[in-house]
């Protein structure tokens, strides 16, 4: 009987023994259901975006520049002659499509037939009002204008000077920036006055063709 009893508990043990082991035969214990928690992912801050500027509606706009001035007419008349200028504008950009500004410089001229001649050479003195109407008007690799030069011309103590007019037509190309290389012809007529300090003595006017290059900035 004894033998008996100590065989139903070494069943009762086992059985209890193996309902804790998987179908691998290792000791596992079960543990309860926990739902699992997604992990968080770390905060990451937004990257700030600047806001494009708009472009200016209203800016500063100069030029420099350099040419060559081919006086119109006979070669007996004494005032035909060409011209070398170097002129700086100084004005402001309207939205793009228009330009006002205030140009001077020094126009030499003179017999560039020799060294010695090219020395003794005369200057001019301009002052003149700058017009331009660009197309387009939006920013642009190629820039088309249309111009005119409006002011006075002067030589000496103001002995010789007179009227200064120029239409003008040309083009603009974008370099970096503002900066751009700017090409024109345009026609200059000037109305001289002799003698501007005592009685007028002589009048006289004088045509040309001017070719200009130049940087703007």
């Known amino acids: 009987m004894r033998n008996i009893i100590r065989k139903a508990v070494l069943c009762g043990g086992l059985l209890g023994l193996f309902s804790f082991c998987p179908s691998g035969g290792v000791l596992r214990a079960q543990s309860p259901n ?3 928690v997604a992990s968080v992912a770390p905060e990451t801050r937004p990257q700030r ?17 350099t040419g060559y ?14 011209r070398v ?20 410089g020094l ?6 037939s020799s060294k010695d001649a090219i020395k ?13 109407w660009y ?17 006075g011309i002067m030589q000496g103590k103001a002995e010789l000077g007179g009227l200064l007019l120029g239409p003008m037509a040309g083009f ?14 345009s026609y200059l007529y000037e109305g001289w006055v002799e003698g501007m300090q005592n009685a007028v003595s002589l009048m006289y006017n004088t045509h040309s063709v001017a070719f200009r290059a130049g940087i703007t900035f």
């Open 34 to 36: 926990v739902p699992q």
């Open 49 to 65: 975006v600047r806001p494009q500027r708009p472009p200016r509606w209203l800016r500063y706009q100069g030029e420099l520049f």
């Open 69 to 82: 001035t081919m006086g119109l007419g006979k070669e007996t008349n004494t005032w035909v002659y060409d």
């Open 85 to 104: 200028p170097l002129h700086l504008l100084n004005g402001m950009n309207f939205g793009g499509a228009f330009f006002f500004g205030l140009g001077f």
């Open 107 to 112: 126009n030499a001229w003179g017999d560039w």
């Open 120 to 132: 003794n050479a005369n200057a001019t003195i301009p002052i003149y009002l700058n017009f331009k």
């Open 135 to 151: 197309l387009p008007a939006r920013e642009s690799l190629f820039k088309f204008f249309l111009g005119a030069d409006m002011g």
């Open 172 to 185: 603009r190309v974008r370099l970096i920036g503002r900066l751009g290389l700017s090409f024109s012809v």
